[in-house]
């Protein structure tokens, strides 16, 4: 199977040939056609050349088509979105080009009409189909090259590995000591991104840490269950259980800190209803103004708000009550607003005040 880099080359490859292939035929459908031989008139290598780039153009899209169904077949969750955009827009690239064939070989009467819009229509799905995913292949293997140097190769982690490998349950005969070194850790990284996406989203691996003998069976659990995947044989599961040992300290990192952003919301939204409950309805003008000093007021929001979106944004819906700019500011505590009980109820005020109906 190829590697990440090796798919990404070859789909802009796949793309290179459907641009060339569409020019191409755009070209050819300019020369006179005759209608008695049902034969362009022209020139003979052009023609040669856009059959040629065709039959490439399918033979690609058959390996990759190969490459992808084994893989959804096995998943073992709901598929992502762009999975799911990404096969469905295989699979409209395979009719379309099963149309195109039919038509060329069996129905010429059509090839007049309908070929140049399915071959636009192959382009068009070909460009969205690698948008999808040859930046994200170019991205992990950015980030893989960057690994080399990470903290999962770090010489404290390294040592660290190397004292945790004999209680993850290997036989005894298996040379731990030769596990816990940055070649051997770099090709457990390989068969993770290789063969363990086969069956399953890898975010579904690394959801949490774990201890190394339940990092050694879920890897082999997982060996277990490959089908139609090639299976991972016993030196592969070492390497693979080797470097999910060596990267649990940044998968606890993780689940630390999106366990504090949990936390944070939590607080944000228990110190919103406590800043509610002793708002009123309408805040009066007098009162507004002996509560906070409207220009500071309005510095706060400007700097606050302005910092995910056009501060115009709140003229196309202006909050009529302290109620409504109390709603409107929980929204945005929601979507990441950091603010403290002081820094809201300014922003509540001057909210209030300045579009409120007095």
């Given at each position: 199977m190829m590697d990440?880099?090796?798919?990404?080359?070859?789909?802009?490859?796949?793309?290179?040939?459907?641009?060339?292939?569409?020019?191409?035929?755009y070209k050819l459908w300019g020369y006179p056609f005759d209608e008695q031989q049902q034969k362009s008139t022209a020139p003979r290598p052009l023609v040669l050349l856009h059959r040629?780039?065709?039959?490439?153009?399918?033979?690609?899209?058959?390996?990759l088509m190969s490459q992808m169904v084994p893989r959804l077949w096995q998943?073992?969750?709901?598929?992502?979105?762009?999975?799911?955009?990404?096969?469905?827009?295989g699979m409209a690239i395979g009719v379309l080009l099963l149309a195109k064939v039919m038509i060329v070989r069996f129905f010429k009467y059509l090839e007049a009409q309908m070929a140049p819009l399915l071959g636009t229509g192959l382009l068009v799905c070909t460009a969205l189909l690698i948008g999808l995913s040859v930046p994200f292949a170019w991205r992990e293997h950015y980030l893989s090259q960057r690994a080399a140097g990470g903290p999962a190769f770090e010489r404290e982690n390294l040592a660290r590995v190397a004292a945790?490998?004999?209680?993850?349950?290997?036989?005894?005969?298996?040379?731990?000591?030769?596990?816990?070194?940055?070649?051997?850790?770099?090709?457990g990284r390989a068969v993770l991104l290789k063969?363990?996406?086969?069956?399953?989203?890898?975010?579904?691996?690394?959801?949490?840490?774990?201890?190394?003998?339940?990092?050694?069976e879920t890897?082999?659990?997982?060996?277990?269950?490959?089908?139609?995947?090639?299976p991972l044989n016993e030196f592969e599961q070492r390497f693979a259980t080797a470097y999910l040992i060596a990267i649990t300290p940044e998968l606890q990192k993780s689940a630390m800190t999106i366990r504090q952003q949990e936390i944070k919301r939590e607080e944000a939204r228990a110190a919103i209803a406590a800043v509610s409950a002793t708002l009123p309805q309408e805040l009066p003008a007098a009162q507004a103004a002996a509560e906070a000093d409207l220009s500071a007021a309005r510095t706060l929001?400007?700097?606050?708000?302005?910092?995910?979106?056009?501060?115009g944004n709140i003229e196309k819906s202006p909050p009529a009550s302290a109620?409504?700019?109390t709603a409107l500011l929980d929204r945005m505590i929601d979507n990441g607003l950091d603010v403290t009980d002081e820094e809201f109820e300014q922003l509540v005020f001057y909210l209030t005040r300045t579009y409120g109906k007095n």
């Open positions: 990440t880099l090796g798919n990404a080359i070859l789909g802009m490859v796949f793309l290179a040939l459907s641009l060339a292939g569409t020019f191409l035929m040629a780039i065709g039959y490439l153009y399918l033979a690609i899209y058959l390996y998943y073992q969750v709901e598929l992502p979105a762009r999975t799911v955009a990404h096969l469905m827009l945790l490998l004999p209680q993850a349950g290997f036989p005894a005969e298996v040379p731990v000591a030769a596990l816990a070194t940055p070649a051997a850790l770099r090709q063969k363990c996406v086969q069956c399953h989203d890898l975010r579904t691996v690394l959801l949490r840490p774990k201890t190394p003998g339940q990092w050694r890897v082999a659990r997982m060996a277990e269950r490959a089908v139609l995947a090639e929001f400007e700097q606050t708000c302005s910092q995910c979106h056009s501060l109620a409504d700019a």
